[in-house]
């Protein structure tokens, strides 16, 4: 069953623009976790922000965490042409696996 | 010295052939994964063992089977291939159950293409 719907689906921005990503999902979490895939690869983890954390940081990212809304975001400030990819928010639920969003699709033009 | 790794990359087979999918991980993590993403990118779970154990089973046809001869070692076998398997087939790890919050670490995709 699919947990987290991220928005918007794509996003197309300027390099140096900060670009930010949303995830919604549905019942009770442990974590967060955010991961990038590039075009024809495997994903890769990026950032987990626990349910008991409001904030995160990890170099040019930025992740939130609103339990109360059940969402997220993703944000990527200064934006660099190499963070063209998808991008999914993947929530983790006691006794499941990690369930993965539809993910948003960053492109980012110089 | 990539942590999981996964043969063949591209696969490409007619309908009601059999196929396996071969995957190993040497980040020594006790749990191991297969995912499926669609052509929409959804990426959804198919089996997790934990230590050569089965502990989730998504609702996947009988046709798939992984095979998990050691803890570092997870293989998927589908039988009677069908159009609509017809995906990439992700193997992961991670160190522990993902209700502990433990990162997953991916392998870069098997491409099955079934005509």
């Known amino acids: 069953s699919q947990q987290g719907e991220e928005d918007p689906q794509a996003l197309s921005i300027q390099e140096g623009e900060n670009a930010t990503m949303n995830c919604s999902y549905k019942t009770s979490i442990n974590n967060l976790q955010w991961y990038r895939q590039n075009s024809g690869r495997g994903l890769v983890h990026l950032i987990l922000?626990?349910?008991?954390?409001r904030e995160k940081h990890s170099g040019r990212l930025r992740v939130t965490l609103d339990t109360s809304k059940k969402s997220s975001s993703l944000l990527i400030t200064a934006s660099r042409a190499a963070d063209t990819a998808s991008y999914f928010c993947?929530?983790?639920?006691?006794?499941?696996?990690?369930?993965f969003g539809k993910g948003t699709t960053l492109s980012v033009s110089s | 010295d990539t942590a999981v790794s996964q043969t063949p990359k591209y696969l490409v087979t007619q309908m009601g052939n059999d196929k396996s999918i071969k995957c190993e991980q040497n980040l020594g993590h006790d749990t191991m994964y297969w995912y499926k993403q669609d052509s929409k990118k959804f990426l959804k779970i198919m089996f997790s063992?934990?230590?050569?154990?089965?502990?989730i089973n998504e609702t996947v046809p009988n046709r798939f089977s992984p095979k998990s001869p050691d803890k570092a070692h997870l293989n998927l076998h589908i039988n009677s291939l069908e159009l609509g398997d017809s995906a990439v087939y992700f193997c992961?790890?991670?160190?522990?159950?993902?209700?502990?919050?433990?990162?997953?670490?991916f392998g870069e995709g098997s491409w099955l293409t079934v005509v």
């Open positions: 922000i626990r349910s008991n954390e």
């Open positions: 993947a929530t983790d639920q006691a006794g499941t696996a990690l369930i």
């Open positions: 992961a790890s991670s160190e522990r159950s993902e209700s502990a919050g433990n990162t997953i670490y």
């Open positions: 063992y934990n230590n050569k154990e089965l502990i």
